[in-house]
């Protein structure tokens, strides 16, 4: 066994946690603070309470929230040149994986000459960027923990993603008080996605003993927290605090591991539809279970044990969570037309990161079959 694991080197979880902002910056010798903020987090009152608490620690504060939901490059390349301009020393990213991911590669491009397109790919930035801490504002994507970006090139209708040891932040920040009011919808759809992270962390070539560990404690926790967090909101807060320490596991589990073929088959439907990314995960994460599960069936017997099912079930029994929670079950409910499979089939071939640590083969065919069963 050869394995090599990285992560944040500090992690602080728990309600009431934002308090602690500011505080981190300081431990990060940060005076002048790039704060990128997602545009729908700006208006919530937890973005007061966050600048209060960079603002009392003596640092000076820019805001950059000038990026869409699935970003661009391009997005991340003009942030990274209003924090030069300010002369950032420590990047903060408020709110989901969109703006983290925009932080993280701000903070890369910062200290780094070139434009985010020149490290589309693996281990490409050549030096370290600027410190990081990340506040997760939603419990799904684990970018908080992660060494990815991922972007759109809508142009090209296809995504990619800066992947450097040099993108872990020095700081996760997740304060479960954050993810309180988040609707029934995006409650579900970045669930799933942090269940899809651990699932197929789970299930990849590349698990090993330590990613295991932490992919099997976020399916449970999930499991049992999702429904109840979609149900009940902020009237369940155990179930908020139990999600968001999932999503973040199933992060843990993603950077140590890998994804496989649900996230290879995701990408298209975003780039190529607008699909957003956690909402496309769920769709086809029950699809893909069910594929894989004829080549692992030991490992899909610990995933339904740890979901309260055997393990033959375990996909029906996240296809039954997604009716519960009302997700759209079918690509023809995302409005996705049936000509668009087949170019869709040979996009997803191309996302060879996760196609190829997938635990069965998949070729054009299979992929193609697979899509017409979500359809």
């Not at 602690?20 to 973005?47: I, Q, S, T, W």
């Not at 999600?243 to 950077?255: D, E, Q, T, V, Y």
């Not at 740890?306 to 409910?333: C, F, I, N, W, Y």
Request: charged share 20%.
């Amino acid at each position: 066994m050869s394995l090599v694991f990285e992560g944040p080197r500090r992690v602080i979880f728990g309600p009431g946690s934002l308090d602690h902002l500011g505080r981190e910056v300081r431990n990060l010798h940060g005076e002048r603070v790039f704060l990128v903020v997602d545009p729908v987090v700006a208006k919530k009152d937890f973005y007061l309470a966050a600048l209060e608490s960079i603002n009392k620690a003596g640092a000076v504060v820019a805001v950059f929230s000038d990026f869409h939901p699935e970003p661009a490059p391009e997005e991340a390349d003009a942030g990274a040149r209003l924090a030069r301009q300010k002369g950032s020393q420590v990047v903060v990213g408020l709110g989901g994986g969109s703006a983290m991911d925009v932080a993280k590669a701000v903070a890369g491009l910062t200290m780094n000459n070139g434009k985010a397109r020149d490290y589309l790919g693996v281990e490409l930035l050549p030096r370290p960027g600027l410190p990081k801490i990340m506040v997760p504002t939603t419990a799904g994507t684990g970018s908080e923990v992660t060494w990815t970006a991922v972007f759109t090139m809508s142009a090209e209708r296809r995504k990619g993603g800066i992947n450097s040891p040099f993108l872990y932040p020095e700081t996760a920040l997740l304060d479960p008080n954050l993810t309180a009011d988040l609707p029934p919808d995006v409650t579900a759809y970045t669930g799933l996605d942090a269940l899809a992270h651990a699932v197929e962390a789970f299930c990849a070539k590349r698990s090993n003993p330590i990613s295991d560990m932490y992919a099997l404690k976020a399916i449970g926790l999930i499991g049992r927290a999702l429904p109840r967090a979609v149900a009940e909101g902020a009237k369940a807060p155990q179930a908020r605090e139990e999600m968001l320490m999932g999503a973040f596991l199933a992060g843990k589990a993603l950077a140590g591991a890998g994804v496989g073929a649900c996230h290879g088959l995701a990408y298209p439907l975003g780039a190529f539809h607008g699909v957003g990314h956690g909402l496309a995960n769920a769709v086809l994460l029950p699809h893909v279970m069910q594929f894989n599960s004829e080549a692992l069936p030991e490992k899909f017997a610990q995933i339904g044990q740890t979901l309260g099912v055997e393990g033959d079930r375990a996909a029906q029994h996240v296809a039954r969570m997604l009716e519960e929670m009302k997700v759209p079950a079918s690509l023809s409910a995302l409005g996705i037309p049936k000509a668009a499979l087949s170019e869709m089939a040979e996009a997803a071939l191309q996302v060879k990161l996760c196609m190829d640590n997938n635990p069965r083969p998949m070729a054009q065919e299979e992929v193609f079959k697979l899509y017409k069963g979500a359809f």
